[in-house]
């Protein structure tokens, strides 16, 4: 199925570097408080989605540095997605949207320093766990 169509169908998928123990640690604390089930995983390190990602949502280019959030068909990457992320969390994390009064560039500079660090900082597995 592609994509798109399962994105669609799932409504919030997250797609995520599968072998970076930063994205997993992230995804495990996601999944402990995603209490109704809403989001689906997808590592980045599937063949098939990376093309699905280039031919469905080419604004991605299946960009191994940000984590993708697919939500109703809308694409968010990087600061935005892990916002959006949190506030569909609800509960004390829906706050984290007051971030938003900080310029989307800087937030979205912030992130990519710390993606660009992320395996000397945080190590890296040698293969996904889901995947």
Same mark, same amino acid.
């Given at each position: 199925m592609p994509l798109r169509k399962f994105a669609m169908k799932n409504e919030q998928t997250i797609i995520y570097d599968?072998?970076? +123990?930063?994205c997993a640690g992230t995804v495990a604390f996601i999944r402990? @408080? /995603?209490r109704n089930g809403k989001f689906q995983f997808i590592p980045f =390190? +599937?063949?098939?989605v990376r093309e699905d990602l280039?031919?469905? *949502? /080419?604004?991605? $280019? $299946?960009?191994? +540095?940000t984590v993708?959030? !697919?939500k109703h068909? =809308?694409? *968010?990457?990087?600061? &935005? $997605? !892990?916002? &959006? !992320?949190? $506030? &569909?969390?609800?509960?004390?994390?829906?706050?984290? @949207?007051? *971030?938003? !009064?900080?310029p989307q560039g800087m937030r979205d500079f912030i992130y990519e320093r710390i993606a660009l660090n992320r395996y000397k900082i945080f190590g890296k597995? &040698?293969?996904? /766990?889901l995947y």
């Open positions: 599968g072998v970076c +123990n930063l402990k @408080r /995603d =390190q +599937n063949k098939k280039l031919t469905d *949502f /080419d604004s991605v $280019a $299946a960009d191994l +540095n993708v959030l !697919i068909g =809308q694409v *968010f990457t990087k600061s &935005e $997605a !892990i916002l &959006e !992320i949190l $506030a &569909e969390l609800g509960g004390v994390w829906k706050h984290a @949207r007051i *971030f938003k !009064i900080i597995k &040698e293969s996904c /766990d």
